[in-house]
Nanobody, 126 residues
Framework: DVQLQAFGGGSVQAGGSLRLSCEAS????????IGWFRQAPGKEREGVLC????????YYVDSVKGRFTISRDNAMNTVYLEMNSLKPEDTAVYYC???????????????????WGQGTLVTVSS
């Protein structure tokens, strides 16, 4: 079974940093295209950024460019979302998700992702 475990959320003040982790089991993260999504209160889930299985990343929220980065740790079979200079508008539940193994293209379309982690809450106060 494929399982994704997202954790690392918390409460920080604006300008602070957090690193979210998405620990995978049942798959090897380097073989999959992985996305991070978020859902703010009262809003729809949105794609934040994605790392394709062959390397390139794609950003879907302009405001996170230069502040958020995605990376993988092959030894830990974990994907990270490094978030710096956090803003109150970054407050949301963050989810990691993977596409089917054969798919190498990034997309912000949530339904294109086959497996999801349970979400981790990030709260940024001003």
């Amino acid at each position: 079974d494929v399982q994704l475990q997202a954790f690392g959320g918390g409460s920080v003040q604006a300008g602070g940093s957090l690193r979210l982790s998405c620990e995978a089991s049942g798959i090897t993260v380097t073989d999959y295209t992985i996305g991070w999504f978020r859902q703010a209160p009262g809003k729809e889930r949105e794609g934040v950024l994605c790392a394709s299985s062959y390397g390139p990343s794609a950003y879907y929220v302009d405001s996170v460019k230069g502040r958020f980065t995605i990376s993988r740790d092959n030894a830990m079979n974990t994907v990270y979302l490094e978030m710096n200079s956090l803003k109150p508008e970054d407050t949301a539940v963050y989810y990691c998700a993977v596409r089917s193994r054969s798919v190498t293209v990034c997309t912000s379309y949530a339904r294109a992702y086959a497996f999801w982690g349970q979400g981790t809450l990030v709260t940024v106060s001003s």
